[in-house]
């Protein structure tokens, strides 16, 4: 596992806003609480999403837009961006593993976060299938293709995006983290980040009260100390 002082920069890629909050927002407070850079890669806009709304798709991708960057600034997190990918029908295609690659090429992350791309038997919540392809399609775009510079020439050739090895993954959402992030110091803001989505969470009643009760309980499944909280990750070395 990487050392806190060789991780520098961090891209988080995920499938739709709130994603990024609900699966690692303490640790991304704490990592720029410590000066990492973090940028935020969300491929869709999640326009399908919302409850008992007004707005068309378009309508919907562009507030949740808005309230993702909300949830980042919350955290501490200005550079996000989008893929525009539609919600709901994401595959792990050749045009999204070079898309990804291509911000990674751009960004050079030590470490990247994103999705599991398995499906999780024991609780499937975190298995949409857009989490699952997102998940797969940046793997492959961390091994081969953002590493590989005759992997999708074109980067190089028209836009200048040389080569890039990340060193490390951290999956969200699987069955066997291996992997507790404390972060019970930056509760607060992974709440008020979550809060930002209120397009998805103002109509669910005791919505705090259910998140910081998951992440206590994940805390002490991490064998911390009572009333400390924790984000779980699966750990993969990409460096080898
Ligand atoms: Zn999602």
């Known amino acids: ?67 993702q960057i909300a949830a980042a600034k919350a955290v501490g997190v200005t550079d996000v961006r989008f893929l525009g990918y539609s919600d ?18 751009q960004v050079r992350p030590d470490l990247v976060i994103t999705h599991h791309p398995d499906r999780n038997y024991q609780f499937v919540a975190p298995s949409h299938p857009d989490h699952r392809a997102v998940g797969g399609a940046t793997l492959d775009a961390v091994y081969p293709d953002a590493r590989n510079p005759y992997a999708f020439p074109e980067l190089l050739r028209d836009e200048g995006l040389t080569e890039w090895t990340v060193r490390e993954v951290w999956l969200n959402g699987g069955s066997a983290p291996n992997h507790w992030v404390d972060i ?43 009333g400390r909280a924790a984000e779980p990750f699966q750990i993969v070395p990409t460096s080898f």
């Open 1 to 67: 596992m990487l050392a806190e002082n060789q991780v520098n920069r961090v891209l988080v890629v995920t499938a739709h806003p709130d994603d990024a909050d609900f699966g690692a927002a303490g640790t991304v407070a704490l990592m720029v609480d410590r000066g990492v850079e973090v940028t935020y890669l969300l491929v869709t806009d999640g326009d399908a999403g919302g409850n008992e709304r007004a707005q068309d798709n378009a309508g919907m991708a562009e507030l949740r837009r808005s309230e």
């Open 184 to 226: 019970t110091d930056a509760l607060d803001r992974k709440v008020a980040a979550l809060l930002s989505h209120v397009s998805q969470v103002s109509h669910r009643e005791g919505f705090e009260a259910f998140v910081r009760e998951r992440f206590l309980q994940n805390g002490a499944t991490a064998g911390l100390p009572t």
């Open 88 to 105: 709901g029908t994401v595959v792990p295609s050749l045009e999204l593993r070079r898309d990804i690659a291509r911000v990674i090429r």
